[in-house]
């Protein structure tokens, strides 16, 4: 069984730049509302799709076993995203030795159903999230906040409205933000591609000393440039 888990591992080291990081340790982390709050002297009126995509990079980092994903402020990223005021539709993002590549999309469904099932669609090769953004699609007006996840047709959301100054809810049920209907988002940004340093090999044990699970779960996020290999940990 051990000589098939190395085999595994060893192959996908060839085809791509491999990070081992703990599942539950980084699982663990993206679940705290810290890695989501932003102070109210990194923001700037209107910046709540920043803040959402700055979240987004953040995910991607910690997926990665990248440690100082708190060094990703609204201020870092502005001058790459955002050196206007409004997020640009691509840009490049450097940060800890490695360059995030976020591109822009826009959705085709019409109805709520059809839009929750295009996030979902996204979602499974993009687990750090994707940005979502409309006119009028809060009860603030225009608005963008970070999809992370879809369980059983709920969307699961960090809106940067309920993550600033007084406020620390972390992720929260697409209701419990200030997103109208999800047919309102017209168009996503998405990470479509990381490249620079990785993070290094963990030895295949959990912080608790057990073996590693057989099974690789690969994550593309970008099915053709990036892929975002993790072991999942007994």
């Not at 085999?7 to 340790?25: D, E, H, Q, R």
């Not at 502005?78 to 993002?93: K, M, N, T, V």
């Not at 019409?110 to 994707?130: N, V």
């Not at 608005?143 to 047709?153: E, F, N």
Request: net charge negative.
């Amino acid at each position: 069984m051990k000589k098939r888990i190395t085999t595994v591992l060893l192959t996908l080291a060839l085809l791509m730049p491999l990070v081992s990081v703990p599942a539950n340790a980084a699982t663990d982390l993206l679940k705290t509302k810290t890695v989501y709050y932003t102070a109210e002297e990194d923001y700037i009126d209107g910046d709540c799709i920043l803040t959402a995509t700055r979240m987004m990079i953040r995910r991607a980092a910690i997926m990665c076993g990248k440690s100082d994903w708190g060094r990703m402020t609204n201020e870092s990223l502005r001058p790459s995203a955002a050196p206007e005021g409004l997020l640009l539709y691509s840009f490049s993002y450097e940060a800890e030795g490695s360059t995030y590549t976020v591109s822009c999309g826009s959705f085709s469904g019409e109805s709520d159903s059809a839009r929750i099932a295009e996030f979902e669609s996204l979602l499974k090769y993009h687990p750090e999230g994707i940005v979502v953004w409309g006119i009028e699609a809060a009860s603030t007006g225009t608005h963008g906040v970070l999809v992370t996840d879809v369980v059983d047709g709920e969307v699961y959301a960090m809106d940067s409205s309920y993550n600033m100054g007084i406020f620390s809810e972390g992720i929260q049920k697409w209701t419990d933000t200030t997103m109208l209907a999800p047919s309102l988002c017209t168009d996503y940004w998405f990470i479509s591609d990381i490249s620079g340093g990785s993070a290094g090999n963990t030895a295949g044990k959990s912080t608790d000393g057990s073996d590693a699970a057989e099974e690789i779960r690969v994550k593309m996020f970008n099915t053709q440039t990036f892929r975002c290999a993790m072991q999942t940990f007994n």
